[in-house]
Nanobody
Framework: QVQLVESGGGLVQAGGSLRLSCAASGGTFGNYAMGWFRQAPGKDREFVATISRGGASTNYADSMKGRLTISRDNAKNTVYLQMISLKPEDTAVYYC???????????????????WGQGTQVTVST
C-alpha cells in the first residue's frame, strides 16, 4: 500500500510560480510511474503531468505545456511539479498519483493509477 502526501499548494497571483511536492511511503518508489492531476470545482479530474519510474520520460497536458516541469528524486521518494506563469484557470485541487508501470512508460489516464494523495489546493488570483 502506497501513501502519498502532497504539499506546496497555496494562494498565488497570476503570473506567479509554485512548486508542489508529493512524498511517498509504503512501497518501492522506483517501481511507480508518478502523475499529477487536477480538479476544479464542477469539473472532472484532468491530467497535468506524468513521469516514468526512473525519470527518463515525461509527458504534459497540452493546456499547460511550457509552464510545467515534473521531476522526481527516487532517493527521497518524492515527486515534484514546478509550475510557472500561473493563470486563474489553473485554480484547482492538485493530486499526485502512483501507477505500477513499465520502465520508461508514462501514463495520462486516471484509471492507470492505483494510489492517490488527498490533494493540495492551488488558487491563482487575478
Amino acid at each position: 500500500q502506497v501513501q502519498l502526501v502532497e504539499s506546496g499548494g497555496g494562494l498565488v497571483q497570476a503570473g506567479g510560480s509554485l512548486r508542489l511536492s508529493c512524498a511517498a511511503s509504503g512501497g518501492t518508489f522506483g517501481n511507480y510511474a508518478m502523475g499529477w492531476f487536477r480538479q476544479a470545482p464542477g469539473k472532472d479530474r484532468e491530467f497535468v503531468a506524468t513521469i516514468s519510474r526512473g525519470g527518463a520520460s515525461t509527458n504534459y497536458a497540452d493546456s499547460m505545456k511550457g509552464r510545467l516541469t515534473i521531476s522526481r528524486d527516487n532517493a527521497k521518494n518524492t515527486v515534484y511539479l514546478q509550475m510557472i506563469s500561473l493563470k486563474p484557470e489553473d485554480t484547482a485541487v492538485y493530486y499526485c498519483a502512483a501507477a505500477l508501470g513499465f520502465p520508461y512508460r508514462t501514463y495520462a489516464q486516471t484509471n492507470s493509477y492505483a494510489y492517490w494523495g488527498q490533494g493540495t489546493q492551488v488558487t491563482v488570483s487575478t
